[in-house]
């Protein structure tokens, strides 16, 4: 992939495409591609092996790139199209019946169409097949199957180790004999039996087995291991010693240890944990009970608003609190996971990953934010080639176009400096603001000297980014056009064709120190009127596919624009779950924790979510997993394409004698109608492509076997070929790529036809049809995709994994000011409130699939906590009432009914306890939770829950505001900053009201004496509760302590008139007498 091709624009549906050239002197030309195009296919027509351009036809030269040479060579006529002359084979192509011999050529492997390289796998060859006879833009008529190149399998299953030279390999040809009759006992769907295999030299004493696994170098092999594990045994069992000079015995043993572990809650700390919330749920029985066996008549209505509102409680807690059940933590081991893929002088066998960072509006989310997340990845402690960055900017923003251009350039000097001084974090902006001793633990004498002089390169870096942010401030009337005079694709925001841009890539764009650098490419995808785009979860499936076609990377990683790499080594953590032959085959996505920067020591409205993120996300992984949070999330493709997770073998069951033959035929009938019985997508699965993981001969035996049948079954897989294209959409690159499941690109495509089909899957009209956002990938139906999105893969049976290392993996900004946290708040209980509606509520979807129970528990309280709002406003009304009334919810507390009230506080508060100290959350985490539940309960989810109900019933969409993120202005400088929204209303009326209600409630029994303080003191308490509670809030509404803001003043003088209209009903100094009303008779007694 070139990393200098330049800004590719266009349209699928409209068939165009342009190239828009990036040069520094500012004479790039907007053009269409110049380059001699193939006249069959369309395709750039490419080079030779000498690297001049590529010539089929010596008599005309008649345009034909190598590609359609071959095919026409191997399955057309063999002659020009123009000319009809026959075209005569060049060096590097495969011998046809009918070619002439060519003493001057001396070309074995190209003559015979053998690589050296080998294949990797079955599923290979049949994406390439499937790629060569259906290319989307390639030629047209119907698709004819074409097969494959032959090639021969090794020892190993196709990949050669280390140990055994090449040599000595066995080799077994495709058939037995040299006719056309031999049976076919390989997996690989071969075209013609005939054709020679590779040259090789072949020893017969060496080929004593039917492949190879009698070979001398196989039984060499195989006794030195066993002599291995002998003296390892034999060291264990001695209790250590002498390793007698064989190093390679302590490291064999380590790498053959799990990558990760469990580690359980200790007994100690778990145990009354468990028991308390036992005790808990006795203590509500009764405690209900009483409640309803006990109505106040004199109040009924508040009672019974208060018993609803009380059992609606205690059902939320019990959603909430059954999941955390089972809380386990777990440890990664790094130094297994290099001994096993990564051993020093080797080739890296780490999986690579492609990295996903999504920006809308560059206003809200600043350009330099975004640049220091994209740094952070680029030097990322991963190998260079497997790593691909894919920035969406889905809000067409030239500015942020201009912003990755500078990025690319700088992260030339900033990736090396990194991974040479070893530098944490790797994001410029927040390495040079921490206030550590950043000399520690260097010994380099350069340091000092190259970290100024980096420091002094960010500082210009960032004077360009601020100035190109300044420079956006005002759009031009004609639009923005770029450097050579070519108008920006997209100036309309709402109608402009898909864009994509190579910056950096393995064949361009060098550090200054001439080493590679990770793949980044800029995608902005099209978008037309008429068309419905779902938003954030529209611009990842976009990215899903772009990178299949480009880079098709096992594994995804999606972060934030706001959200940088803290840990450079997190990417090997999340492969220490993923790359574990133990766990990681069923687990869909490894969640991160997320942790925030920039804000205040107090957290006073509890962005960190601490209790969150640290309490039930550990509960839930030791059930099923933590539900996605929509960032900071490593996902395998193949979970994201919807395919069900594997099912465990179970292990053979035994027999017995004992039993009577009838009850053995009977047994033996239902476990065959059960292993007849298969899921859908299994078979699907199954047919397309056999796994390959296991590196054993053994396996590659197996598989052998398995391709006799599967060989059959060539016909059925072309008819579903189709079938993948109705599921996963129109372009037969992508549907490829998808039966590659270990990943990897398509090797018989060439990069100029990936980058069409790379506009084509980001065609506003390519998810029409089809499975996309349904079964596929991000899941539509919810402003909140991520929910919906593990919910799906937790239903195909995947399990997640938590991952929480020692130095936070990734760590981004959070709102500071009141209102932007509400906002955000509001986001996501809105996205709640509509699962809630939606087809895929956890309510009622899902059953009979692999969704555990108490995970569903988990689900359920994420789609219902928006409801809570209703009876907690309520709740935090009564005590205003009963004050302003003088009636209460309860009735006057007799002993039993004290020791249950008592009890159930005493419950409450030790089942928090219990939890901070398993958990390890400070009680400052754990209130400020609190707080703010109650905050977000009777401001935004309130209003989340109007605005999903105006959704669904009146149909009135609500557009959701983007959270704006904390630039480099003064530290905390927005945590005052008050933004004046309808949100404010609820919590602010509830203070008022319970405000009231106390001073109200204070002067009657000022004036009625010190029998009525009793009965007082239980309402008092009930309004302290709801004032406390919102005191972050009254904070944030009161500002600095300074200044007073306009808004108190006038909530103030509301507050006054209020309290004078109550004075009437009140008359706090009159006493009241409730015996016969006395008159004056008018008589004078005296």
Same mark, same amino acid.
């Given at each position: 992939?070139?990393?200098?091709?330049?800004?590719?624009?266009?349209?699928?549906?409209?068939?165009e495409?342009?190239?828009?050239?990036?040069?520094?002197?500012?004479?790039?030309?907007?053009?269409?591609?110049?380059?001699?195009?193939?006249?069959?296919?369309?395709?750039?027509?490419?080079v030779?092996?000498?690297?001049?351009?590529?010539?089929?036809?010596?008599?005309?030269?008649?345009?034909v790139?190598?590609?359609?040479?071959?095919?026409?060579?191997?399955?057309?006529?063999?002659?020009?199209?123009?000319?009809?002359?026959?075209?005569?084979?060049?060096?590097?192509?495969?011998?046809?019946?009918?070619?002439?011999?060519?003493?001057?050529?001396?070309?074995?492997?190209?003559?015979?169409?053998?690589?050296?390289?080998?294949?990797?796998?079955?599923?290979?060859?049949?994406?390439?097949?499937?790629?060569?006879?259906h290319?989307?833009?390639?030629?047209?008529?119907?698709?004819?199957?074409?097969?494959?190149?032959?090639?021969?399998?090794?020892?190993?299953?196709?990949?050669?180790?280390?140990d055994?030279?090449?040599?000595?390999?066995?080799?077994?040809?495709?058939?037995?004999?040299?006719?056309?009759?031999?049976?076919?006992?390989?997996?690989?769907?071969?075209?013609?039996?005939?054709?020679?295999?590779?040259?090789?030299?072949?020893?017969?004493?060496?080929?004593?087995a039917?492949?190879?696994?009698?070979?001398?170098?196989?039984?060499?092999?195989?006794?030195?291991?066993?002599?291995?594990?002998?003296?390892?045994?034999?060291?264990?069992?001695?209790?250590?010693?002498?390793?007698?000079?064989?190093?390679?015995l302590?490291?064999?043993?380590?790498?053959?240890?799990?990558?990760?572990?469990?580690?359980?809650?200790?007994?100690?700390?778990?145990?009354?944990?468990?028991?308390?919330?036992?005790?808990?749920?006795?203590?509500?029985?009764?405690?209900?009970?009483?409640r309803?066996?006990?109505?106040?008549?004199?109040?009924?209505?508040?009672?019974?608003?208060?018993?609803?509102?009380?059992?609606?409680?205690?059902?939320?807690?019990?959603l909430?609190?059954?999941?955390?059940?089972?809380?386990?933590?777990?440890?990664?081991?790094?130094?297994?996971?290099?001994?096993? %893929?990564? @051993?020093?002088?080797?080739?890296?066998?780490? *999986? !690579?990953?492609?990295? =996903?960072?999504?920006?809308? &509006?560059?206003? +809200?989310?600043?350009?330099?934010v975004?640049?220091?997340?994209?740094?952070s990845?680029?030097?990322?402690?991963?190998p260079v080639d497997?790593?691909?960055?894919?920035?969406?900017?889905?809000?067409?923003?030239?500015?942020?176009?201009?912003?990755?251009?500078?990025?690319?350039?700088?992260?030339?000097?900033?990736?090396? %400096?990194? @991974?040479?001084?070893?530098?944490?974090?790797? *994001? !410029?902006?927040?390495? =040079?603001?921490?206030?550590? &001793?950043?000399? +520690?633990?260097?010994?380099?004498?350069?340091?000092?000297r190259?970290?100024?002089a980096?420091?002094?390169?960010?500082?210009?870096?960032?004077?360009?980014?601020?100035?190109?942010?300044?420079?956006?401030?005002?759009?031009?009337?004609?639009?923005w056009?770029?450097?050579?005079?070519?108008?920006?694709?997209?100036?309309?925001?709402?109608?402009?064709?898909?864009?994509?841009?190579?910056?950096?890539?393995?064949?361009?764009?060098?550090?200054?120190?001439?080493?590679?650098?990770?793949?980044?490419?800029?995608?902005?995808?099209?978008?037309?009127?008429?068309?419905?785009?779902?938003?954030?979860?529209?611009?990842?499936?976009?990215?899903?596919?772009?990178?299949?076609?480009?880079?098709?990377?096992?594994?995804?990683?999606?972060?934030d624009?706001?959200?940088?790499?803290?840990?450079?080594?997190?990417?090997?953590?999340?492969?220490?779950?993923?790359?574990?032959?133990?766990?990681?085959?069923?687990?869909?996505?490894?969640?991160?924790?997320?942790?925030?920067?920039?804000?205040?020591?107090?957290?006073?409205?509890?962005?960190?979510?601490?209790?969150?993120?640290?309490?039930?996300m550990?509960?839930?992984d030791?059930?099923?997993?933590?539900?996605?949070?929509?960032?900071?999330?490593?996902?395998?493709?193949?979970a994201?394409?919807?395919?069900?997770?594997p099912?465990?073998?179970?292990?053979?069951?035994?027999t017995?004698?004992?039993?009577?033959?009838?009850?053995?035929?009977?047994?033996?009938?239902?476990?065959?109608?059960?292993?007849?019985?298969?899921?859908?997508?299994?078979?699907k699965?199954?047919?397309?492509?056999?796994?390959?993981?296991?590196?054993?001969?053994?396996?590659?035996?197996?598989?052998?076997?398995?391709?006799?049948?599967?060989?059959?079954?060539?016909?059925?897989?072309?008819?579903?070929?189709?079938?993948?294209?109705?599921?996963?959409?129109?372009?037969?690159?992508?549907?490829?790529?998808?039966?590659?499941?270990?990943?990897?690109?398509?090797?018989?495509?060439?990069?100029a036809?990936?980058?069409?089909?790379?506009?084509?899957?980001?065609?506003?009209?390519?998810?029409?049809?089809?499975?996309?956002?349904?079964e596929?990938?991000?899941?539509?139906?919810?402003?909140?995709?991520?929910?919906?999105?593990?919910?799906?893969?937790?239903?195909?049976?995947?399990?997640?994994?938590?991952?929480?290392?020692?130095?936070?993996?990734?760590?981004?900004?959070?709102?500071?000011?009141?209102?932007?946290?509400?906002?955000?708040?509001?986001?996501?209980?809105?996205?709640?409130?509509?699962?809630?509606?939606?087809?895929?509520?956890?309510?009622?979807?899902?059953?009979?699939?692999?969704?555990?129970f108490?995970?569903?528990?988990?689900y359920?309280?994420?789609?219902?906590?928006?409801?809570?709002?209703?009876?907690?406003?309520?709740?935090?009304?009564?005590?205003?009432?009963?004050?302003?009334?003088?009636?209460?919810?309860?009735?006057?507390?007799?002993?039993?009914?004290?020791?249950?009230?008592?009890?159930?506080?005493?419950?409450?508060?030790?089942?928090?306890?219990?939890?901070?100290?398993?958990?390890?959350?400070?009680?400052?985490?754990?209130?400020?939770?609190?707080?703010?539940?109650?905050?977000?309960?009777?401001?935004?989810?309130?209003?989340?829950?109007?605005?999903?109900?105006?959704k669904?019933?009146?149909?009135?969409?609500?557009?959701f505001?983007?959270?704006?993120?904390?630039?480099?202005?003064?530290?905390?400088?927005?945590?005052?900053?008050?933004?004046?929204?309808?949100l404010l209303?609820?919590?602010?009326?509830?203070?008022?009201?319970?405000f009231?209600?106390?001073?109200?409630?204070?002067?009657?029994?000022i004036?009625?004496?010190?029998?009525?303080?009793?009965?007082?003191?239980?309402?008092?308490?009930?309004?302290?509760?709801?004032i406390?509670?919102?005191?972050?809030?009254?904070?944030?509404l009161?500002?600095?302590?300074?200044?007073?803001?306009?808004i108190?003043?006038?909530?103030?003088?509301?507050?006054?008139?209020?309290?004078?209209?109550?004075?009437?009903?009140?008359?706090?100094?009159?006493?009241?007498?409730?015996?016969?009303?006395?008159?004056?008779?008018?008589?004078?007694?005296?």
């Amino acid at each position: 992939m070139e990393a200098s091709a330049g800004l590719v624009a266009g349209s699928h549906n409209r068939n165009e495409l342009v190239v828009i050239q990036r040069e520094r002197g500012g004479r790039a030309a907007a053009r269409w591609a110049e380059a001699q195009a193939c006249q069959i296919c369309g395709d750039d027509v490419g080079v030779g092996p000498d690297g001049e351009p590529f010539v089929a036809c010596n008599e005309c030269a008649f345009p034909v790139c190598r590609a359609c040479y071959e095919y026409e060579r191997r399955e057309g006529s063999q002659a020009c199209p123009q000319c009809k002359t026959r075209f005569k084979r060049l060096k590097g192509c495969p011998r046809v019946a009918g070619d002439e011999e060519e003493d001057d050529v001396d070309d074995l492997e190209g003559e015979f169409g053998l690589q050296a390289d080998g294949r990797e796998d079955d599923a290979q060859y049949v994406a390439e097949s499937m790629l060569r006879a259906h290319m989307s833009y390639g030629r047209g008529g119907d698709p004819q199957p074409v097969q494959p190149i032959p090639n021969v399998p090794l020892l190993t299953n196709g990949q050669i180790v280390d140990d055994i030279p090449p040599e000595q390999h066995a080799l077994v040809p495709s058939y037995m004999g040299g006719g056309g009759g031999g049976k076919r006992i390989h997996p690989l769907p071969f075209a013609d039996p005939s054709l020679p295999v590779q040259p090789r030299s072949m020893d017969p004493s060496k080929d004593l087995a039917a492949y190879g696994y009698g070979s001398v170098a196989w039984k060499e092999r195989m006794e030195g291991w066993k002599q291995k594990q002998e003296r390892l045994h034999q060291l264990r069992s001695e209790g250590g010693g002498d390793w007698n000079g064989d190093a390679d015995l302590p490291l064999m043993d380590e790498a053959r240890q799990p990558l990760s572990r469990k580690i359980p809650i200790p007994s100690s700390r778990i145990n009354p944990y468990r028991m308390i919330i036992i005790i808990r749920l006795v203590v509500l029985g009764f405690f209900f009970h009483y409640r309803v066996m006990h109505p106040v008549n004199d109040a009924f209505a508040l009672w019974l608003i208060s018993v609803i509102c009380e059992i609606w409680f205690a059902m939320s807690w019990i959603l909430d609190q059954f999941p955390k059940w089972l809380p386990i933590e777990r440890e990664t081991y790094l130094d297994r996971l290099s001994l096993r %893929f990564d @051993k020093e002088g080797q080739p890296s066998k780490l *999986a !690579p990953v492609d990295f =996903f960072v999504s920006t809308v &509006d560059p206003s +809200k989310e600043p350009p330099l934010v975004t640049a220091n997340t994209i740094l952070s990845i680029l030097a990322v402690d991963y190998p260079v080639d497997k790593v691909s960055c894919y920035v969406s900017d889905d809000g067409a923003a030239m500015l942020t176009f201009e912003a990755l251009s500078e990025t690319s350039e700088f992260a030339k000097k900033w990736v090396p %400096f990194c @991974k040479k001084f070893n530098i944490e974090p790797r *994001a !410029p902006e927040w390495y =040079f603001q921490q206030k550590i &001793d950043y000399l +520690k633990d260097k010994v380099a004498a350069t340091f000092v000297r190259e970290r100024r002089a980096m420091k002094r390169d960010y500082e210009e870096f960032k004077v360009r980014i601020n100035a190109l942010v300044a420079k956006a401030q005002k759009v031009p009337e004609e639009g923005w056009t770029m450097q050579d005079g070519s108008p920006w694709p997209g100036n309309n925001v709402r109608d402009h064709p898909g864009m994509i841009q190579v910056f950096l890539g393995q064949s361009g764009g060098r550090d200054v120190e001439g080493n590679e650098l990770p793949r980044l490419v800029y995608v902005s995808r099209e978008k037309r009127p008429g068309y419905n785009h779902h938003k954030k979860a529209g611009a990842m499936n976009a990215l899903v596919r772009v990178s299949a076609v480009l880079s098709n990377a096992s594994y995804l990683l999606n972060l934030d624009c706001d959200h940088y790499i803290n840990n450079s080594k997190a990417i090997r953590e999340a492969m220490c779950f993923m790359m574990d032959p133990l766990v990681g085959k069923k687990v869909c996505y490894v969640q991160f924790p997320q942790r925030f920067d920039g804000i205040d020591r107090h957290d006073r409205y509890a962005n960190r979510n601490v209790v969150f993120f640290d309490i039930n996300m550990k509960g839930l992984d030791g059930i099923q997993g933590p539900i996605y949070v929509g960032t900071g999330c490593v996902f395998r493709r193949q979970a994201l394409y919807g395919y069900d997770a594997p099912k465990t073998k179970k292990p053979p069951s035994r027999t017995c004698n004992c039993w009577p033959k009838w009850c053995c035929c009977c047994c033996c009938n239902n476990r065959n109608k059960k292993k007849t019985t298969k899921s859908k997508p299994e078979k699907k699965k199954r047919l397309f492509f056999k796994r390959a993981e296991n590196q054993s001969p053994a396996y590659a035996l197996g598989e052998i076997e398995e391709g006799i049948a599967g060989a059959e079954n060539d016909k059925a897989g072309i008819v579903n070929q189709q079938k993948l294209e109705k599921k996963f959409g129109q372009s037969s690159v992508f549907v490829a790529s998808t039966l590659l499941e270990n990943g990897g690109t398509l090797k018989s495509a060439s990069p100029a036809s990936l980058l069409k089909e790379a506009i084509h899957v980001i065609s506003c009209g390519y998810e029409d049809k089809t499975d996309w956002g349904k079964e596929i990938g991000w899941i539509y139906g919810s402003i909140t995709e991520d929910i919906l999105t593990g919910f799906k893969m937790h239903c195909h049976g995947w399990r997640s994994i938590y991952c929480i290392p020692k130095r936070p993996a990734f760590k981004g900004s959070a709102p500071l000011n009141l209102s932007d946290r509400l906002h955000q708040v509001l986001r996501w209980a809105l996205g709640s409130v509509e699962i809630f509606f939606s087809n895929h509520c956890p309510l009622w979807y899902g059953y009979g699939g692999g969704l555990k129970f108490l995970e569903r528990f988990s689900y359920i309280n994420s789609i219902v906590y928006p409801w809570t709002s209703i009876p907690l406003l309520a709740y935090c009304t009564l005590p205003a009432i009963c004050l302003l009334t003088g009636k209460f919810i309860t009735p006057e507390l007799n002993n039993v009914a004290s020791l249950w009230f008592m009890s159930l506080f005493i419950c409450i508060f030790a089942t928090s306890i219990l939890e901070m100290r398993w958990s390890g959350v400070a009680i400052d985490d754990w209130w400020r939770n609190e707080q703010f539940w109650v905050i977000g309960g009777v401001s935004s989810h309130l209003f989340a829950v109007f605005q999903g109900l105006l959704k669904v019933l009146a149909g009135v969409d609500t557009s959701f505001t983007v959270t704006s993120k904390a630039g480099d202005d003064e530290e905390f400088s927005e945590l005052y900053t008050f933004k004046w929204t309808t949100l404010l209303i609820p919590p602010t009326t509830l203070l008022l009201l319970n405000f009231i209600g106390v001073i109200a409630g204070v002067s009657n029994a000022i004036n009625n004496g010190y029998e009525s303080w009793g009965p007082l003191f239980g309402k008092l308490f009930f309004a302290f509760w709801v004032i406390v509670h919102l005191y972050p809030f009254l904070k944030g509404l009161v500002g600095r302590q300074n200044r007073t803001p306009t808004i108190v003043i006038v909530w103030s003088i509301l507050l006054a008139s209020i309290f004078s209209l109550l004075w009437v009903r009140i008359d706090p100094f009159l006493a009241k007498n409730d015996g016969p009303l006395l008159e004056e008779c008018g008589l004078d007694c005296n």
